[in-house]
Nanobody, 115 residues
Framework: VHVVESGGGLVQPGGSLRLSCAAS????????MSWYRQAPGKERKLVAT????????NYADSVKGRFTISRDNAKNTVYLQMNSLKPEDTAVYYC?????????WGQGTQVTVSS
């Protein structure tokens, strides 16, 4: 199982970024895919989840209405579209999948929101 994030960077408040997570080593369409983030000195927190079946999504209250998670099962990729970014969104963003009770993480991608 392997997941690799990309798309992070420096953006001004109010700006947008789209993160991507490319997955391999498992049957992607069957599994829920999630984005987490970890700010300096804080614990890692769930941001959004896209279910493997049914097309459902879930979001943390702090990002509802601003972030959109989506997936392309043909490309084994999950995305996180982030709009109206705020300084408090600054964090390392991680993609993850749980398989047979084991959580797999990517290396993370840094998102910095600053003027």
């Amino acid at each position: 199982v392997h997941v690799v994030e990309s798309g992070g960077g420096l953006v001004q408040p109010g700006g947008s970024l789209r993160l991507s997570c490319a997955a391999s080593g498992f049957t992607f369409r069957r599994y829920d895919m999630s984005w987490y983030r970890q700010a300096p000195g804080k614990e890692r927190k769930l941001v959004a989840t896209a279910t493997g079946t049914g097309g459902g999504t879930n979001y943390a209250d702090s990002v509802k209405g601003r972030f959109t998670i989506s997936r392309d099962n043909a490309k084994n990729t999950v995305y996180l579209q982030m709009n109206s970014l705020k300084p408090e969104d600054t964090a390392v963003y991680y993609c993850s999948v749980v398989q047979w009770g084991q959580v797999y993480w990517g290396q993370g991608t840094q998102v910095t929101v600053s003027s």
